[in-house]
């Protein structure tokens, strides 16, 4: 299985709805990530969890608030997001980068996010 | 600051050949990336260079100058599938990825 499975494909939300997404990988990689990507945009990324534990935090607005609740499931809890939010956003994961090995990134296929 | 520069968009033939080049300035280089994405799609891992010279996978060749900042993807006998945007990424000191804008790369018949 070399899949990274993100749910929902998509999700419209009003800026006082409170929503999840969630993403799933059973390739035993132990870092996830989660990326925001506009239109023609490069990815940005938003978070890395290494072995469970937030590493990084891109200096995200609070109303994103990320959880990894095991090795396979990462999820991000949106509140109170704004119109400038719509975005897609990218779950990957690969192994914990050390060195100068590959560890390239695999990708879900995103959530399309439209905040109204 | 950290920088790296790809075209904004080139168009080719199917059939022919094209080079996309990707040009950086970051804080130290660990390797570098290349991933195609399709429109709509998340990106998929093309290539990998950390040391100097050229990969071939296929119809796809990437190559890496470190001394120069500088990288090109290579592809070849073009099919229309082809038609996506190609990134550049490269990986610091600090292990984190640096992405280009992307390169929309559009195949004509």
């Known amino acids: 299985d070399t899949e990274v499975t993100q749910t929902p494909k998509h999700l419209v939300m009003g800026m006082t709805n409170k929503k999840s997404l969630k993403c799933e990988q059973h390739?035993?990689?132990?870092?996830m990530y989660w990326y925001k990507q506009k239109a023609k945009k490069p990815p940005e990324l938003m978070f890395v969890?290494?072995?469970?534990?937030?590493?990084i935090n891109e200096s995200v607005p609070s109303r994103f608030s990320p959880e990894c609740p095991n090795s396979s499931l990462l999820n991000l809890h949106l509140h109170a997001l704004q119109p400038e939010d719509s975005a897609l956003y990218l779950c990957?994961?690969?192994?914990?980068?050390?060195?100068?090995?590959?560890?390239?990134?695999?990708f879900g296929s995103g959530t399309q996010l439209s905040v109204l | 600051g950290q920088n790296i520069d790809q075209p904004t968009e080139m168009t080719a033939t199917e059939g022919a050949i094209v080079q996309i080049n990707c040009t950086y300035q970051?804080?130290?280089?660990?390797?570098l990336f290349w991933y195609q994405q399709h429109a709509g799609e998340a990106p998929t891992f093309l290539s990998y260079?950390?040391l100097d010279g050229l990969e071939e996978k296929g119809r796809f060749s990437s190559f890496l100058s470190r001394s120069k900042g500088y990288s090109y993807l290579l592809l070849k006998e073009l099919q229309m599938k082809d038609s996506a945007s190609y990134l550049c990424?490269?990986?610091?000191?600090?292990?984190?990825?640096?992405w280009g804008a992307g390169t929309k790369l559009i195949i004509k018949p």
């Open positions: 990957a994961s690969s192994q914990p980068t050390t060195g100068t090995a590959t560890q390239k990134l695999f």
């Open positions: 390739m035993g990689h132990r870092a």
């Open positions: 969890y290494s072995y469970e534990k937030l590493s």
């Open positions: 970051t804080s130290g280089f660990n390797g």
């Open positions: 260079n950390v």
């Open positions: 990424a490269v990986r610091d000191s600090n292990y984190q990825l640096i």
